[in-house]
T-cell receptor, first 113, second 113 residues
């Protein structure tokens, strides 16, 4: 019940296209859903995050869509660029003052020029 | 503002040895979390410290321990190293323990031979 399932494992998108990564969770107590971006040799960096009280959040080319009833959330990267090539992780926080993140397995995104 | 720093960046140890990793959070941040990242298990939460107190602990054996000092710097220790402890160990800090304000360091790459 603590798992966060992420798909696909890898994704190749043409420059200018839309990249979509999906995550699903079971624990309805999760109340914070971030997406992190990680480049080789670096730690993860927070990209965008959402709380369950909204269904969508947009920051620049990055959008999170959140479906509370389906217990799913997704990351959309519009106008994907080669610099977006990285590994993306979704995560969720159990809430209730439980200060930890439960992570998805990661998606390796490659943007082809 | 300087980011989260971790030392050393790379470490090679042999089975049975012990190791201590260090994390210096962003100035003013009082919470430090530790995560283990491996290709097989992904990112897993180890523990979180706030104002020198461990608030949360992940599902790791007692060989993994940590502490936080009055200046918020944190150390984690792994005793009796096993081959499976080879991983990237990531430290993240946040100002007041808010889960949505975590900033990650570059990690310490531990190799156990």
């Amino acid at each position: 019940q603590q798992q966060v399932k992420q798909s696909p494992q890898s994704l190749i998108v043409q420059k200018g296209g839309i990249s979509i990564i999906n995550c699903a969770y079971e624990n309805t107590a999760f109340d914070y859903f971030p997406w992190y971006q990680q480049f080789p040799g670096k730690g993860p960096a927070l990209l965008i995050a959402i709380r369950p009280d909204v269904s969508e959040k947009k920051e620049g080319r990055f959008t999170i869509s959140f479906n509370k009833s389906a217990k799913q959330f997704s990351l959309h990267i519009m106008d994907s660029q080669p610099g977006d090539s990285a590994t993306y992780f979704c995560a969720a926080s159990p809430g209730l003052s439980n200060y930890q993140l439960i992570w998805g397995a990661g998606t390796k995104l490659i943007i082809k020029p | 503002k300087a980011g989260v720093t971790q030392t050393p960046r790379y470490l090679i140890k042999t089975r049975g040895q012990q190791v201590t990793l260090s994390c210096s959070p962003i100035s003013g941040h009082r919470s430090v979390s530790w995560y283990q990242q491996t290709p097989g298990q992904g990112l897993q939460f180890l523990f979180e410290y706030f104002s020198e107190t461990q608030r949360n602990k992940g599902n790791f054996p007692g060989r993994f321990s940590g502490r936080q000092f009055s200046n918020s710097r944190s150390e984690m220790n792994v005793s009796t190293l096993e081959l499976g402890d080879s991983a990237l160990y990531l430290c993240a800090s946040s100002q007041a323990g808010d889960i949505d304000e975590q900033f990650f360091g570059p990690g310490t790459r531990l190799t156990v031979l």
